[in-house]
């Protein structure tokens, strides 16, 4: 268990262990295992959320309202759920949240692919029987928002929780490399499961999408299952860490248990005693509101997230999810209203994927050499620079211009995104307690689809695409604040920023002799 007491903050050379007999305790079969069920899993994941938007849209003709409904509905979800999600990965043993897990978002990916297809199929039901049109648009909404959670149930359990049990006992650098292969996966699936599902859609139809995505899911299941019950069965350090998580819970149901019991006792013991009666009243409300705070699964959640050393680097990452500056459908729909041609924006989004896959290579590199908590300060403060390119934009007078310097630094700026997304990511990992990691991890996402909540509410009362300017100002002006807060973070944790000692080395060797005296 980690000690939540530990500095944050010494570099990772210097919490570096050496490896143990455990890295041949098990096949390294099983880690390629474990990638190939995470790649099938994301795949199932990201082929239903690229395709969703189209079916939406192909409901309801000429308005993207159907569409805007079930991104409020996703990113609702995950931020009203999260934190319980969190803790039900936190109490169940390993096979039930992998079982809960998967057969829930297969068959969630189920039933709003045939929904879908029933919509399709009878494309006349929204004039012939509206109610009944309303029913199964509202059941693809819920499967997909079911579908949504479990695959969070997942991410959670996989990467803020396996990746780290596997890593312990070895090198920082094994976690730091499970870490990138883990991003590099999603997004890889993010790239190219649009390819396919784009090329199902438009050579074949959006009918055969969605019945492919039913059958794909309802025969993936079995195959990823397999595939992670294998790992789990075969890295020991996995079924230890599901034994002491048993443990622990058991033991705070009975410390639970004997908390509840403990105020009566008090109140037997002191009833005979008028004078202490006042003392009695003030306990008892004390105990009442711990007890009640303990007892709402969401508040507990966030009392322990915002207890957490890496709280202001939680909560930079959240910020930037609050942005219109992504190759999402704000943006896209906006570029299209500038006149861009479709396959333009496409290879643009592709671009940007492949500099976000390039990210999960440079990563490593980078936290090797200056420590992961450095590396969130370089990349955040990269990223920053990126999108001024896009600032810059609003004040060019072609619109064509403008639109390609917007999506030229939304791309750029992908790098440093998923640089610093994989840096707090570790932080969590290395400085979170192990009881706590679950709960942190539901609380996180729940921060981030609150933040992407809000930006699809920006896009509902900014609607007209001439005004995506200011949607653009106020997405910088929360990167901004997310590197000032990461900022302040590594100040508090570092007591500095630069060594200023080598930055005037630096300068001295750079400008030479003559240069140097000018400086004295």
Partial sequence: MFNSNVPLIQDLHTHEQPCTSESDSFPSSLIRYLYAAH????????????????????????????????????????????????????????????????????????????????????????????????????????????????????????????????????????????????????????????????????????KASALTMAVWNSISVWVEYWLFISVYNGIPALEESCRRRVSRVSSQSNAESRKSASPQQRKSSLSHDQDNSEVMLEESLITKANKLVSRVPYLDAWRVYLQQDVLFPGLALALLFLTVLSFGTLMTATLEWEGIPAFVIGIARGISAAIGIAATLVYPILQSRIST????????????????????????????????????????????????????????????????????????????SSMDLMGYVMGILVSNPQDFWKLMLVSFGAVTLAALLYTFHVYTVRKHLLHFEKLILWVEGFTGPSGSALLG
Avoid at 416 to 444: A, K, N, T
Wanted: glycine share 6%; proline share 2%; aromatic share 10%.
């Fill in 373 to 448: 908590l450095r590396t969130g300060i370089w990349s955040i403060w990269s990223q920053w620079l990126c999108l001024l390119v896009c600032v810059a934009s609003i004040w060019a007078r072609n619109s064509t211009i403008s639109a390609y310097m917007l999506m030229a630094g939304v791309a750029l700026s992908r790098l440093g995104l998923w640089s610093f997304d994989l840096s707090v990511i570790q932080q969590m990992q290395d400085h979170v307690p192990e009881s706590d990691r679950c709960v942190v991890g539901g609380v996180q996402n729940s921060l981030q």
């Fill in 39 to 206: 790649f099938l899993a994301r795949w199932d994941a990201r082929m239903w959320e690229f395709s969703v938007g189209l079916y939406m849209i192909n409901l309801w003709p000429d308005s993207l309202l159907f569409a805007a409904i079930y991104g409020v509905v996703e990113s609702a979800s995950t931020a009203l759920f999260g934190p319980l999600v969190g803790q039900l990965v936190d109490r169940f043993s390993y096979k039930k949240v992998l079982q809960l897990w998967l057969v829930t978002q297969n068959l969630s990916f189920i039933v709003a692919g045939g929904t879908v297809v029933a919509l399709l199929v009878y494309s006349t039901l929204k004039m012939e029987n509206f109610s009944a049109f309303v029913l199964l648009v509202i059941l693809t909404n819920i499967s997909g928002a079911v579908g949504v959670l479990s695959t969070l149930a997942g991410t959670i359990l996989i990467e803020r929780e396996w990746v780290v049990v596997i890593s312990e006992g070895h090198s920082p650098e094994r976690l730091t490399k499970m870490n990138s292969v883990i991003r590099r996966i999603d997004l890889t699936c993010k790239l190219c499961a649009p390819v396919v599902s784009g090329f199902i859609i438009s050579f074949v139809s959006l």
